[in-house]
């Protein structure tokens, strides 16, 4: 054999164990799916908008679009071809939960994932309708702690409000009265915060996405300018860990705890193999930060994390792989936590999380200030 050949067979042989290796080395255990609904009409509206009395009809005000139903079902569709053989073929309750937040959107969304991932086949086809009811389930908005926390937190309000009189945030305010008080000349709402840019770049945006056309003066600011402000109105909102913490850190505990449970044989119940969460871009933003992983943007419609559990099979080692998809428009890319591999070993990723997790979230909230006056909620 030449010295050419000799080279060439010992490439091939290196690449097919590592194909081998990087195929076969891992068992998936659980996987976790958390996504935005798809698209919708807009939430909200400003006093000068064009549009404000529209109905939007027949889907109302705040509700999925067809593009959004359709734009759920085909992730449903990605999520059953990425794991057709994890999850069998037969809807088992046991294998399979879905959750979202208490909001009408969120729900449809997660109904339509459903549809496609649970088409019902063979015992489980019921009639010509190729469909099966499968739960979606979740908490009242008031006393949601999972997907949006909206339960009141005085000391993340704290945090928040000493984050915001600070000087870097009050000098980025300062850099932006020009553009905020042409906001408030066209729009009639008051301007103040970056928030409430967040609120009027959303009305637009599904305002775009429903095809309807934009008043003139929205040309020289939206998308980018607007776009800019909202991605630091979702980074303020996670700024640093206290905030993190008391937000996004309590998904992650869940799935944390879940992971833990479903590695020492105590998960209820036994057989769960998927959770699936439908929330909102801030569900998304905040997951990403506790994850340390968020870089400024806006989460788009059906923007998905999906989370895996694996265990090693040659080391017996547990440990989490992580992906993003950004929007309907992007494919599902692979994320690296920050010092760790890109198979990042479950005792590293504890080490990596442990300032964002919470340990007694309503004791890490508590404060003892009786004039205390909590922020009315944000959200949905």
């Known amino acids: 054999m030449t010295a050419v050949g000799s080279v060439l067979f010992v490439t091939f042989i290196t690449i097919g164990v590592c194909s081998s290796y990087t195929v076969d080395s891992k068992e998936l255990l659980l996987v976790h799916v958390i996504s935005r609904h798809g698209a919708r009409t807009p939430v909200d509206t400003y006093p000068k908008d064009p549009y404000i009395n529209t109905t939007f009809y ?18 449903g569709r990605e999520i059953r071809k990425r794991y057709d053989n994890f999850l ?4 088992d309750n046991e294998i399979y939960h879905s959750q979202s937040t208490d909001v009408d959107r969120a729900i449809s969304s ?10 019902p086949k063979n015992g489980q086809k019921w009639g010509e309708l190729n469909w099966q009811p499968v739960p979606v389930h979740s908490e009242t908005l008031d006393q949601d702690m999972l997907l949006l926390v909206r339960k009141m937190c005085a000391q993340y309000d704290i945090e928040f409000r000493k ?16 553009l905020f008080e042409y906001l408030e000349e066209w729009t009639g709402n008051s301007i103040n915060t970056f928030d409430d840019v967040q609120d009027l770049y959303s009305t637009l945006y599904a305002e775009e996405s429903f095809n309807l056309t934009l008043p003139s003066w929205t040309i020289n600011i939206f998308p980018d300018k607007l776009y800019e402000l909202t991605s630091l109105s979702f980074h303020l909102r996670a700024y640093n860990d206290i905030l993190i913490k008391l937000k996004g850190g309590v998904l992650l505990k869940k799935i944390i705890d879940d992971w833990a449970s479903k590695k020492d044989g105590t998960i209820k119940p036994d057989g769960r193999r998927m959770f699936v969460y439908g929330g909102h871009d801030s569900t998304i933003a905040n997951l990403l930060s506790a994850l340390k992983i968020f870089k400024p943007h806006v989460p788009d419609y059906t923007s998905t994390i999906i989370l895996e559990f694996s ?6 080692e547990y440990g989490i792989e992580v992906f993003y998809k950004m929007s309907v428009h992007h494919e599902l890319q692979k994320m690296r936590i920050p010092n760790c591999d890109s198979f990042c070993l479950l005792k590293d990723f504890l080490r990596v999380t442990a300032d964002v997790v919470p340990e007694n979230w309503e004791k890490e909230c508590h404060t003892d200030d009786p004039d205390f006056i909590p922020s009315e909620p944000i959200g949905p």
Do not use: C, H
């Open 58 to 75: 027949p889907a109302g005000w705040g509700q999925l679009t067809n593009e959004g139903k359709w734009d759920a079902f085909n992730l």
């Open 163 to 178: 984050l915001m009189s600070s000087p870097m945030v009050q000098e980025r305010l300062r850099m932006n009265k020009e």
């Open 88 to 91: 069998g073929d037969f809807y």
């Open 311 to 316: 265990r090693d099979r040659f080391t017996g």
């Open 110 to 119: 997660v109904q339509m994932m459903n549809a496609a991932i649970w088409e």
